[in-house]
């Protein structure tokens, strides 16, 4: 069955397309399920920060209405979820908590964007940026905590502190190892990210971020993938032939890769 549950609308600042223009793609293509997952706000501590790869928080609503409009006109065609990606930041999840918990948002999926928060020098914070892969290192950590509390039904592009390191080292495949063990642990699914593909051998450095390394080591664990599309554009999810030979890649490596979100079938 074709799912995705990694969906972007234009309130990030960085996607396109109106949230019917993705529905009317997933129905064309042949998708069961369809999940909105945009970058969830944040209600920052600093006065006057806005973040400029995010909604805001007086937009929230609006995403969940539009959304609960669109699944009623859909029903008989498309299994709509509402969900958002969401990072780690500690001090913040109470109130992410609780607009959730108003709003009846189903589920967040976990993308370890920032060390800490946006709020300080993004670029420099920003995991997925450097060649360091003492930086990995520091990512493992974060997503493992963040994986502990229970709040993320997935981790999204697991590897994505991979994008610009050239060198696997020692340091690179721990962090590996250590997001690996974890999942496995906890029984949390793997996203093999689609739109990392696209990033491969760009002039700024970036060598993507699904890489095979990550998912050869993945395959010593007994972890889940669940395939996910990141589409900021509706044409993002006309991947059907790509995603299914990469399905075939993982289940080559003896990986089982779900169709659904356990909870969310």
């Known amino acids: 069955m ?5 969906t972007h609308t234009t309130r990030c600042g960085h996607a396109e397309g109106t949230e019917e223009e993705y529905i009317l793609t997933a129905l064309r293509c042949g998708y069961k399920v ?18 400029r790869i995010r909604m805001l928080p007086s937009q929230l609503d609006d995403y ?10 859909y029903a008989d065609k498309l299994h709509i979820r509402i969900g958002l990606e969401a990072e780690y930041f500690p001090a913040y999840l109470g109130w992410l908590r609780e607009e959730m918990e108003r709003l009846g948002i189903e589920y967040l999926i976990l993308g370890c964007h920032y060390d800490t928060t946006d709020e300080q020098d993004a670029r420099a914070s920003r995991f997925g940026g450097s060649t360091s892969t003492a930086h990995g290192r520091r990512y493992a950590e974060q997503v493992v905590e963040a994986l502990e509390t229970g709040l993320y039904r997935y981790l999204a592009h697991p590897d994505l502190f991979l994008n610009r390191v050239t060198a696997f080292d020692a340091d690179a495949e721990k962090a590996c190892r250590d997001i690996c063990a974890a999942a496995a642990r906890l029984d949390i699914p793997l996203e093999y990210n689609m739109a990392g593909l696209t990033l491969q051998d760009r002039p700024d450095g970036s060598l ?7 998912w050869r080591i993945a395959a010593e664990y007994p972890v889940k993938a669940i395939m996910g599309c990141d589409a900021h554009a509706p044409s993002e999810l006309d991947l059907v ?4 030979e990469k399905k075939a890649f993982l289940h080559s490596l003896g ?5 659904t979100l356990p909870g969310l079938e």
Do not use: M, Q
């Open 2 to 6: 074709l799912t995705n549950y990694h």
């Open 34 to 51: 369809l999940g909105f997952s945009d970058h969830t706000p944040w209600a920052y501590a600093t006065p006057g920060f806005v973040s």
């Open 64 to 73: 969940v209405l539009t959304l609960r409009g669109l699944r009623e006109k």
């Open 208 to 214: 993507g971020y699904t890489r095979d390394e990550f």
């Open 241 to 244: 032939p790509a995603i299914e």
């Open 255 to 259: 990986i089982p890769v779900l169709d």
